[in-house]
């Protein structure tokens, strides 16, 4: 995927009568953070699955062998309700990738490289380098008709001593490609040599382009020496692009007295074949699995259904999420969706995020609770909006989203995020998944069992309205996800 990691959703309405805290969820409360801090599985299940699985990229038999693990573990967790959802979309693994680069056609030196997801199947291609900054549209007007025909080189972030908005890799190269760029080398931000991968597709379908990342010292050093002459590039790759196979996996605790009412916490199973995606998104999935162990030890009923769903895909393009959406869409079960709590490399939770203000008093009074219990935990209650995580596709359907946020830098360098290091020895703390799963599970229950939750589902224009607050409408016109016409 490409990983804006949620902190939460503004302004999705909200109903007139406040949620109020439950006297009886304290005891509750308390028997959750003693299971989870004496029996967690969230770090000992996720050692043995990077050991004895590897990657979980999406389509490959690694990844049916991560679906075949989750579905496993939760049924000797006790679930009797666990199932597969599977889907059938098209697809993208890379093959074979040799980058070179010099001062001359004639003259190319091999550079370590990455392919970026969804880049053309086959491509050849040597051209001139032509440095465009930080890939923004603005640079490419600033220079009429200087990257056409040519490979466009691009920092990843935004350059030190430069301003400018953030945008995903992907939208960097939907601009290029725009200007008639007719490659796209993307230099990671990361120091060492880290090679990052990840999709360069907006709209998760083939570019027309080749796309590859290099490493952060490379890119600079070539920045250097555009400044005294030209530089040459040569893009040699193959892929796979077609229809692969996939299962999400559901396991589902039915509601004791509005069964109807659902909330659908998850995070994604899947993850890039560089590494064995300890952090992105093991710390996620894996604290999801031991939020249902544990809902399942204590044989916790609360009045609403909870669902706990490990999606594939995401890192295609939301793949596993988009098919659970449709589906929900289809038999019209979307409407009892009451909220989806995303945990997308979510490491260490010391607070809550909603999509709605309106939710803070519920949040924060749950947030309390867990407070007293345990005053590492801040309940600080933040909100926000962004794409690119499993919470996208709910929130297009104006579905409120949240989760919960703390000190993730504790579970390994932000500098392994879909990179060739992301490995299970990231992650130094088993604490810290210990409590994402004790306090998110207390925030599950008490939004399952409370009398009333103070949030609606927003209609169509809602919706509509939600996302051009916050800005979304560009870029989700580029991925082809605004269904509005104006």
């Not at 050692?47 to 004895?52: D, I």
């Not at 309940?379 to 929130?395: E, I, R, Y």
């Amino acid at each position: 995927m490409s990983k804006f990691i949620l902190t939460g959703l503004l302004a999705f309405g909200s109903l007139s009568l406040a949620a109020q805290q439950n006297p009886d969820w304290e005891p509750v409360f308390r028997k959750i953070n003693d299971e989870v801090q004496q029996n967690s599985k969230a770090y000992s299940t996720l050692k043995e699955a990077t050991e004895t699985i590897g990657h979980r990229l999406t389509g490959s038999a690694n990844g049916k062998k991560a679906e075949d693990y989750t579905f496993n573990l939760l049924k000797s967790y006790g679930f009797t309700d666990v199932r597969y959802q599977p889907f059938e979309v098209e697809s993208w693994s890379r093959g074979t990738l040799a980058v070179s680069v010099g001062n001359s056609a004639t003259a190319l030196q091999p550079v370590k490289s990455v392919s970026l997801a969804h880049s053309p199947v086959k491509a050849d291609l040597t051209a001139e380098v032509v440095d465009m900054g930080n890939g923004l549209d603005s640079e490419y007007v600033s220079k009429p008709g200087l990257v056409k025909g040519k490979i466009a080189l691009v920092y990843l972030g935004i350059l030190p001593g430069t301003t400018g908005r953030y945008l995903h890799r992907s939208e960097k190269t939907a601009i290029a490609t725009k200007y008639g760029a007719k490659g796209i080398i993307i230099i990671n931000t990361v120091d060492g040599g880290t090679l990052l991968t990840g999709t360069a597709s907006v709209t998760g379908k083939l570019i027309p382009i080749p796309a590859v990342c290099i490493g952060k010292e490379d890119g600079m050093k070539f920045k250097e020496q555009l400044k005294s002459g030209p530089l040459y590039s040569r893009l040699n790759m193959t892929n796979f692009s077609g229809m692969i196979k996939a299962r999400n996996v559901i396991a589902t605790i039915k509601g004791s007295s509005l069964p109807q009412e659902k909330i659908v916490v998850g995070g994604h199973l899947d993850s890039w074949d560089l590494a064995t995606g300890a952090i992105d998104n093991g710390i996620g999935s894996f604290s999801v699995l031991d939020m249902a162990r544990t809902f399942q030890k204590l044989k916790l009923a609360p009045k609403r259904t909870i669902e706990f769903v490990m999606f594939m895909g995401e890192e295609q393009g939301l793949l596993g999420s988009k098919a659970y959406v449709a589906a929900a869409t289809k038999n019209k079960q979307i409407d009892q969706v009451r909220y989806m709590l995303n945990f997308d490399m979510t490491g260490d939770v010391r607070n809550f995020s909603s999509s709605v203000p309106a939710a803070k008093e519920l949040f924060q009074s749950i947030g309390a609770i867990a407070n007293k219990i345990d005053t590492t935990f801040a309940n600080g209650f933040t909100t926000g909006a962004g794409l690119h995580s499993d919470h996208q596709p709910f929130m297009l359907q104006g579905v409120p989203t949240g989760g919960g946020g703390g000190a993730r830098g504790v579970n390994g360098p932000a500098g392994c995020y879909h990179a060739d290091c992301d490995v299970f020895s990231l992650i130094t703390s088993e604490q810290g998944m210990k409590n994402t799963v004790r306090f998110v599970t207390m925030l599950l229950y008490g939004l399952g069992d409370a009398p009333t939750i103070p949030v609606k589902k927003l209609n169509d224009e809602e919706t509509k309205q939600f996302l051009l607050q916050h800005n979304l409408k560009e870029p989700l016109v580029l991925e082809g996800e605004w269904r509005w016409k104006d």
